[in-house]
């Protein structure tokens, strides 16, 4: 008798990844997501499956993905990488992508990333336009960051570089908008909803699984 709820769980432990392999059958290319004709990673392989949002802290999209997004990043499998990409479309865009950098650079976005939305999108103690670099230092100051440090990585040939490298990635993908979720550097995923978005990242991750394994 004890091997009857045994077998039921094993039968329950299999039904999600029967029902991403299925999803993952069932996608439609330029529905679904685009296939991106030069696939590239925005980190390197390390044998996990990348996935990337390509986002905007001035974006109102963005902001009322994050708190959809977050608890969904949570539960990803260790054999999944996901990573924030700032977007660097000019102005604005490029000021706050920068202080995303300086602050990945001083190693506290675990501690500032929702902030910087809340500050913007409901607080309003962040312009969205023609942000000051004392402006920005003062606002990670208040979150504790050394504002003398942050300026100092805000202008840095490093920060420089990532905003380069973000842009390329962004170019290559095909993203003209944020929020966007890149997996692999293969798929710009598609959706009619952030929960929409989230089911076709989730089977476009099995299906980059499944290959890996050979099936």
């Keep these: 008798m004890k091997l009857v709820p045994r077998l039921i769980l094993m039968l329950l432990a299999l039904a999600p990844a029967v029902t991403l392999a299925e999803d993952a059958k069932a996608l439609v290319a330029d529905r679904d997501y685009q296939v991106?004709?030069?696939?590239?990673?925005?980190?390197?392989?390390?044998?996990r499956i990348e996935v990337a949002e390509v986002f905007g802290y001035t974006c109102g999209h963005c902001a009322h993905f994050e708190?959809?997004?977050q608890p969904w990043v949570a539960r990803l499998?260790?054999?999944?990488?996901?990573v924030t990409v700032p977007a660097v479309f000019g102005g604005h865009w490029d000021a706050y992508?920068?202080?995303?950098?300086a602050a990945e650079e001083l190693g506290v976005v675990h501690k500032t990333h929702g902030a910087v939305f809340e500050a913007i999108h409901q607080r309003?103690?962040?312009p969205v336009q023609n942000v000051s670099a004392q402006e920005l230092a003062s606002f990670y100051g208040g979150l504790g960051v050394d504002q003398a440090r942050f300026v100092q990585a805000l202008r840095s040939?490093?920060?420089d570089g990532k905003l380069k490298a973000a842009r390329s990635f962004a170019v290559n993908a095909g993203v003209r908008g944020t929020p966007n979720l890149v997996v692999n550097g293969k798929y710009l995923v598609r959706g009619s909803s952030f929960e929409d978005v989230l089911r076709i990242t989730d089977a476009l991750v099995a299906r980059e699984r499944a290959a890996r394994r050979g099936r």
């Design 97 to 101: 992508a920068r202080a995303y950098f």
């Design 77 to 82: 499998p260790k054999d999944v990488r996901f």
């Design 157 to 159: 040939d490093k920060v």
């Design 124 to 126: 309003g103690t962040l």
């Design 36 to 47: 991106i004709a030069t696939p590239a990673r925005y980190t390197a392989e390390d044998g």
């Design 67 to 69: 708190p959809i997004l």
